[in-house]
Nanobody, 128 residues
Framework: QVQLKESGGGLVQAGGSLRLSCAAS????????MGWFRQAPGKDREFVAH????????DYADSVKGRFNISGDNAKNTVYLQMNSLKPEDTAVYYC?????????????????????WGQGTQVTVAS
């Protein structure tokens, strides 16, 4: 059974930092990619960042570029999201997602449908 388990969420003051982790079990995503998405109350789930394992390529939503950093440990089958300079508008449930197959057009990884597996999410709340 494939599982993605997020951790590291919580309550933080504006300007603070959090590091999210997503541990995958049941299969490896080393040929594909892993991503982070978020969903605020009343809003659609949106792309935050992704990493393509083999190439090491990363991509970020404009709203988090320069503040968030995605990284991964292939040996641990774990992806991380370091979030700095957090803002109240970053408040959301953050979801980890995994794609099994190789992607040939990286903007595709900004789409929810590009991913095969999803975690249950972890709440991030940024207080002003």
């Amino acid at each position: 059974q494939v599982q993605l388990k997020e951790s590291g969420g919580g309550l933080v003051q504006a300007g603070g930092s959090l590091r999210l982790s997503c541990a995958a079990s049941g299969r490896t995503f080393s040929s594909g990619a892993m991503g982070w998405f978020r969903q605020a109350p009343g809003k659609d789930r949106e792309f935050v960042a992704h990493i393509i394992w083999r190439a090491g390529n990363t991509d970020y939503a404009d709203s988090v570029k320069g503040r968030f950093n995605i990284s991964g440990d292939n040996a641990k089958n774990t992806v991380y999201l370091q979030m700095n300079s957090l803002k109240p508008e970053d408040t959301a449930v953050y979801y980890c997602a995994g794609r099994v197959d190789r992607v040939y057009w990286s903007p595709r990884l900004r789409e929810l449908s590009a991913y095969d597996y999803w975690g249950q999410g972890t709440q991030v709340t940024v207080a002003s």
